[in-house]
């Protein structure tokens, strides 16, 4: 029910918005909009989310086996899609001797209003190596296949709901590329953001397998800054660290026993981006690097859940003119 509100309420904000524009458009100087264009994007990203855990005696780093991803998105207005592709075919992302293999996929959508936004994601993985299999086989060297669990699936959902607090400021220049920063500008951005994953060992035959549910919520505020080199060439950056808790679930299966355990505690998390771009007016092109990290506590004991991301993405794309059943159907909804 509070997400229906919420998307009922983001819905109408767009209305009003583009009833406000159409009375009042935006300052020309600062952004430039192109409602009557698509945007289609392609992304190479070079990305690995590992999974730690680690105690007093103990630690392991768990990675899916993929280097690249191909993203494609595509952009309307205040609204975006996309989705990730593993190539198999690139040399990177065909070890599989010696990592395993990783199958997932990745889907996205974002509303990105003139000062509201929100975002949702899900991925799904299954294949993991641990990273450092030295640490179990001392005899271990590069080169040598890697522990592996082939049956291990993870699976997260994960979204953001923010409010940016200087207009003149566009982050959809330095995201979906639906309009074009025409002089510097920064902001203060708040958000609340949540993530549930479920992480699953599902090896057969194992003598003892679990499965984990967890829940983070996260109330952050960071700050982002456009600086606009010339009319098309800018540099972004951002940072937000971000506090919550999160609640976990943890089911230990034992031949045809099963333990459950919950757990709860405090969650730290911060991500940061750097980047560059040119944006033209038919075509656009740029690099960004962004790196994410949270660290949670397992209850009252010693022992930690970390994860890290941080992945390099080159993109480029091109802007046409919306076919007009597109535009019409869109002002029927919104005007």
């Known amino acids: 029910m509070p997400a229906l509100l919420f998307c009922a309420f983001m819905f109408t904000s767009a209305k009003a918005q583009d009833s406000t524009a ?18 289609i994007k392609l992304a190479a990203l070079n990305t690995a989310e590992a999974l730690v855990a ?23 207005r205040f609204i975006s899609f996309y989705v990730n592709y593993i190539p198999h075919f690139l040399p990177g992302n065909n070890d ?6 990783t199958k997932g996929i990745g889907l996205g959508t974002a509303l990105n209003f003139r000062q509201w936004f929100a975002d949702i994601y899900y991925n799904y993985n299954k294949g993991y190596y641990l990273q450092n299999t030295k640490d179990y086989r001392p005899n271990w060297q590069p ?3 890697y522990l592996q669990i082939p049956d291990m699936v993870v699976k997260s959902l994960e979204g953001s709901i923010g409010y940016n607090t200087n207009p003149h400021l566009s982050l959809q220049a330095a995201t979906t590329q639906t309009e074009r920063q025409l002089k510097s500008a920064g902001s ?23 499965k984990s549910n967890h829940f983070h919520a996260l109330l952050g505020a960071g700050y ?43 969650i730290y998390q911060w991500d940061g981006r750097i980047g560059m771009g040119y944006n033209h007016h038919r075509y656009f092109l740029g690099a960004y ?23 390099f993405q080159l993109f480029a794309g091109i802007r ?16």
């Open 22 to 39: 159409a009375a009042s458009p935006p300052d020309s100087a600062w952004i430039e909009r192109f409602d009557d264009q698509i945007v």
């Open 188 to 210: 203060f951005i708040p958000r609340i953001s949540y993530r549930y994953m479920i992480i699953d060992n599902r090896t057969p035959m194992a003598a003892s397998s679990q």
């Open 224 to 266: 982002q800054h456009t600086f606009v080199v010339k009319k098309a060439l800018y540099f972004n950056g951002s940072f937000t660290p971000s506090f919550g808790y999160t609640f976990t679930k943890l089911r230990t299966r034992i031949e045809s026993e099963q333990q459950t355990d919950h757990m709860q505690g405090p």
């Open 96 to 101: 599989d001797e010696e990592k395993g293999r």
């Open 54 to 76: 680690e105690g007093d005696n103990f630690k392991n780093v768990l990675e899916p086996n993929p280097n690249e991803l191909f993203r494609a998105y595509f952009n309307y």
């Open 143 to 145: 080169g040598d296949p």
């Open 320 to 335: 046409f003119t919306a076919p007009k059943f597109l535009r019409k159907n869109y002002d029927k909804i919104f005007h």
């Open 289 to 311: 690097i962004t790196a994410t990290s949270s660290t949670a506590a397992q209850g009252l004991s010693s022992a930690l859940i970390a994860d890290g991301h941080v992945f």
